[in-house]
């Protein structure tokens, strides 16, 4: 039977996002049943490679502390909103992908983690949510570049461009970080079962708490990625805040 091209959209998303969902939960049980110690020290995970539904090395970076100093962490140091969300969720989270153009090169996600001890077990559910977001995130950033490119993705923005523009909220509103940070948290709105802008707001306030977007900025960005949202996922589900938005479109 030949498919149709909804139905084989359709098909692939369900792929895509049976393999988030599963590599998210492994995951997790790595951090739960693993012997990471507290301190300044990662653990690292390394040796998870992908070939299917995307080609890609994954390299997870692990530490436990009760109380990190970010701005002495090699790798949190620069993301202050990371501390508000350390005493909100019980974790900091951040993920990189490292990728080429050649299709030759397989390309990598690194993802570092901080956990509160004090906050196991319950963290992991959170976690495991914020999770699927990130990992959808930054495999759909695998499409834009690269061996794992489709046709139709957005593509990549410069990097200077990106440089340039990790200086302020024009980051979240670059083409291909709209297109990764909606499908990525439309993934996580669904997990969760709650209103996509509400996840939307949990991801920004940090932003505006720590001063790196004002109120105005978290306005315009709200506008693109709620717009967006309702351009590309017609079963996603908003709240009333955002019918304003919404009604405008």
Known sequence: MIKSFIEFINENTDRDSNFIKSLSQSLINKMRTSNIEDGPEYSVFAGMEFTEPFIFDLILNVRKDTNPILEEDHHFNGLPWEKINFDLLGYSIDANTKMSKSKSKIPKIIVHIIL????????YSKLYSRLIDILTHETNHLNQLGINREP???QVSSKSKREKAKKSYSYFLLNDEIESMV??????S?????PIDQVFNSYLNPFIESNYITQSEYQQVMKAWVTRAAEL????????KVNHIINSI
């Open 116 to 123: 509160n001890p004090k906050k196991e077990p319950f963290l």
């Open 152 to 154: 139709f993705n957005t």
């Open 183 to 188: 499908e990525g948290m439309y993934e996580s």
């Open 190 to 194: 669904k997990e969760q079962n709650i």
């Open 233 to 240: 996922y017609p079963d996603a589900v908003f709240s009333s």
